[in-house]
């Protein structure tokens, strides 16, 4: 049973425009959410992440919101460039305190953003 | 710097071969992460460790054997693998506190 879901496997963007990812989960203990960004052949990058506590994180052009009622999340990319095209995972985690905690992926979705 | 290095980058090995990924990190990082990541599939957790302990064993078969000989450097010790275990191996590491995982390149694995 997938407990973090990315129910669109890719997502095409012209240059400029708003990238909007989405992310669910169906386990309420997640309370820490990291979105990464991963080209072929190579390691996972941290983009940005958010905790329960809050429901909006920004950093540059991205932006992570969490709706926890509804157990969603998305990353907004504002303005989409080409190099920002890669598989973007969402992930979450049950732990805010401890080091050593998993990280439980969603299945990624293939953003493409074209010049 | 959030730079976690991973050697080899490719690694081709038969069936009755031992060999030994290694993963360094300098950050002060306290908890290290072995994940293994088949195509197109989203990365699945190995082996954690904290504090240079082993923390979470995933179920992983035995032929995968980690080791963690101090807090800054992680090996995954293979021995007898199978053509399936061939895959995109991935390091990472986290601060103690709350924090994101930083991956590294990963070690591309292939078992002939």
């Known amino acids: 049973d997938q407990q973090v879901k990315q129910n669109s496997p890719s997502l095409s963007v012209q240059e400029g425009r708003i990238s909007i990812l989405n992310c669910d989960y169906t386990?309420?203990?997640?309370?820490?959410f990291l979105w990464y960004k991963k080209y072929p052949a190579e390691g996972p990058t941290f983009l940005i992440s958010?905790?329960?506590?809050?429901d909006k994180n920004e950093d540059g052009r991205f932006t992570v919101f969490l709706n926890k009622s509804a157990k969603h999340l998305s990353l907004h990319i504002v303005p989409s460039q080409p190099g920002d095209s890669a598989v973007y995972f969402c992930?979450?985690?049950?732990?805010?305190?401890?080091?050593?905690?998993?990280?439980?992926f969603g299945k990624g979705t293939t953003l493409s953003v074209s010049s | 710097d959030t730079e976690v290095t991973q050697t080899p980058k490719h690694l081709v090995m038969g069936m009755t071969n031992k060999k030994s990924l290694k993963c360094e990190q300098h950050?002060?990082?306290?908890?290290m992460y072995w994940y293994k990541q088949k195509a197109k599939k989203p990365p699945e957790l190995m082996f954690v460790?904290?504090?240079?302990?082993?923390?979470i064993n995933e179920s992983v078969p035995s032929r995968f054997s980690p080791e963690c000989p101090n807090s800054s450097l992680l090996n995954l010790h293979l021995h007898a693998l199978q053509p399936e275990d061939s895959a995109l191996y991935l390091c990472?590491?986290?601060?103690?506190?709350?924090?994101?995982?930083?991956f590294g390149p990963g070690t591309r694995l292939t078992v002939l």
């Open positions: 992930a979450a985690s049950a732990s805010l305190v401890q080091a050593g905690t998993a990280l439980i």
């Open positions: 386990n309420s203990m997640f309370d820490y």
């Open positions: 958010i905790s329960s506590i809050k």
């Open positions: 460790y904290s504090y240079e302990k082993l923390s």
């Open positions: 950050m002060g990082h306290r908890a």
């Open positions: 990472a590491s986290s601060r103690t506190e709350a924090g994101p995982q930083y």
